[in-house]
């Protein structure tokens, strides 16, 4: 008798083998007890997960003497032909190789005759997605309304294609992948009866290598016994699989655990010697990875797709390294897996992605960092003076830097944040804060004479350059800025009316008035005075650059899309155009 392959002789002959697709089965199961047969069905999902096995199954319990029927008996001649593929009444069609639209229209001519001898005809065209759109359009009109005793049952995999006219006038139903453990539960039951020796392990990982695929999982099964002589081990399922060799993945896990990049370089040399391809090894260290993941949570090491003192090495190495360094550790190799999938040079990117992902055991906790817990850092070159105390971050609690003096002047910084509340000082930043305001932020412009009120002068013109940045410059037109009982006064040279124009534009002089309430308090009372001094004439070139600056749209955009402000003017030698 001729062999025939697993794949075919354990082809489900009815809707309780189907299996993985327990919805589905519940469905049709249910319309054919009540009567309730539609017109035409789709069928769609990966390939080898049962769609046209299905179609069959439906047929026949359609058109089955004792029928219609829950399940087909396999038994009358109406089941015997159609298993056989010589039914006359059940039309099987490739749509790859029936895409033609004269084809189509020739189908749908005979179609419009009765059953030969069945309860119905009962069309199945597989991979429905290959008809060409004027094949599709001559299916409209007979699969909307079809004859009596007709129905259609379309199979595709690129459910996407098929058009919504269609997909319109059938009821669809979607074939999931099967899940692994319900794959090797069938698997184990074929070894049983074709007296093939294998582990769980063995049938767990051809589970997996069939991707949710039945047909591609017996394939394999079949191809490995034939190897095997009728037994399967755990190496040979692991090779013959494309697997490599897991004692390499043990040892990339431990070196990348441990922070070991020279490690890591010399396994991705073996990698590159044996000739492996580094994307594919790439994603089974993934997965590797994951097995750990799942170790690391107390997962038990017999559900892992490895032969048992294997997975009892892994499952020492995860609770060894942890679930939260594994969880970063896959992740990070995740963020990575595009890039290496993408890469022109797959052994290059791979080992970036292995060494990015060795210098994670270095990290530390923020939250020990923010304890007080000492921090990892280089230490200095021996030419290289200590560096002080102070250069090492300090805990967020620290008290704030000292302002910056006066106005800003046109290259962009972070705009000056609201004062946070005094907190008390570190040594960390003590000697930032003894240290004079110009030694830390340099001598920056001020106007030419201010009388300052403690600090609270400061407090105006920080709070100035945090409300409305460009009225600094501005300020820096004045002669003088005084304070005294009668509230802040702005001295404006003599005659000089562009000063006060520019401060009573918009919503300049709001600002100015919330700025001194801040630092005098409510109700403080803002002058606008005329000096004696001579007239600082608005047009000379600092105060050109100075308008400019701060009246450019596109400066201040820039500004308010960065949270920025200006810091200095330069002139460059191509000068300022003025057009």
């Known amino acids: 008798m001729t062999y025939q392959v697993l794949a075919r002789k354990w082809r489900p002959q009815n809707f309780s083998s189907l299996v993985g697709q327990g919805p589905i089965v519940t469905a049709l199961r249910n319309a054919l007890k009540e009567g309730r ?51 006359m009444d059940v039309i099987e069609v490739d749509a790859a190789t ?52 007709l129905v259609f049952i379309f199979a595709t995999t690129e459910i996407e294609a098929v058009p919504a006219t269609i997909l319109s006038r059938c009821q669809e139903f979607h074939f999931r992948r099967v899940p692994a453990i319900e794959v090797a539960s069938l698997l184990r039951e074929i070894c049983t009866e074709e007296d093939i020796e294998a582990s769980e392990a063995a049938l767990r990982l051809i589970a997996r290598a069939g991707e949710g695929s039945v047909r591609d999982a017996v394939a394999l099964l079949d191809q490995l016994a034939t190897f095997g002589s009728g037994a399967i081990s755990d190496e040979e399922a692991i090779r013959l699989l494309g697997g ?70 892994l ?73 002080p105390a102070a250069s090492t971050p300090a805990p967020r609690e620290s008290a704030p ?29 003590a000697a930032a804060l003894e240290a004079p305001a110009a030694a830390v932020f340099g001598n920056l412009p001020a106007p030419r004479s ?32 005084r304070s005294g009982e ?11 009316g562009w000063l006060e124009a520019k401060l009573h534009r918009g919503n300049n002089w709001q600002v100015l008035e919330q700025a001194a309430a801040e630092a005098w308090g409510p109700g403080t009372a803002l002058r606008l005075v005329e000096g004696s001094g001579a007239q600082k004439a608005p047009q000379q070139l600092g105060s050109v650059k100075l308008e400019m600056v701060a009246e450019n749209p596109t400066i201040q955009t820039v500004l308010e899309i960065f949270q920025g402000r200006v810091e200095k003017v330069e002139e460059h030698r191509s000068g300022l155009r003025e057009d």
């Open 244 to 313: 490599l060799d897991t004692a390499l993945f043990g040892k990339l896990l431990s070196a990348v655990v441990s922070g070991d990049g020279a490690g890591v370089a010399a396994l991705v040399r073996r990698v590159e010697d044996e000739g492996w391809d580094p994307r594919h090894v790439y994603g089974q260290f993934l997965a590797f990875c994951r097995d750990a993941l799942h170790l690391a949570l107390g997962g038990d090491p017999g559900q892992v797709d490895l032969p048992a003192e294997e997975a009892a090495t």
């Open 486 to 496: 009668r509230g802040l006064e702005i001295v404006s040279p003599a005659g000089d």
């Open 37 to 87: 047969i539609a017109q035409a069905y789709l069928f769609s999902g990966i390939r080898g997960v049962g769609k046209t096995t299905a179609a069959r199954v439906l047929a026949k319990a359609l058109n089955c003497e004792k029928g219609p029927a829950a399940d087909p008996c396999n038994e009358c001649t109406a089941c015997i032909e159609i298993t056989r593929g010589s039914d």
């Open 98 to 149: 029936y895409s033609k639209v004269e084809q189509v229209r020739e189908l749908t001519e005979s179609l419009k005759y009765g059953p030969a001898r069945d309860r119905y005809k009962v069309v199945v065209l597989d991979e429905v997605h290959r008809l060409s759109r004027q094949a599709f359009d001559a299916l409209l009109k007979i699969v909307e309304e079809p004859p009596p005793h």
């Open 401 to 429: 830097p000292p302002r910056p003096a006066a106005a800003p002047t046109a290259a962009v910084a972070p705009r000056a944040a609201a004062r946070p509340a005094p907190a008390p000082e570190t040594p960390a930043v």
């Open 450 to 481: 201010v009388s300052r009120d403690g600090d609270r002068m400061q407090v105006f013109l920080d709070e100035v350059s945090r409300l409305k940045q460009p009225l600094v410059a501005y300020l820096e037109h004045a002669l003088e800025l």
């Open 315 to 387: 499952a020492a190495t995860a609770r060894g390294a942890g679930y939260e360094n594994l969880l970063r550790l896959v992740h990070q190799l995740l963020q990575s897996e595009a890039t290496v999938r993408r890469s022109e040079t797959g052994a290059l990117a791979v080992e970036i992605a292995w060494l990015r992902a060795a210098e994670l055991p270095k990290l530390r906790r923020i939250e020990e960092i923010l304890a007080g817990g000492p921090m990892a850092a280089t230490p200095p070159k021996a030419s290289e003076p200590a560096r």
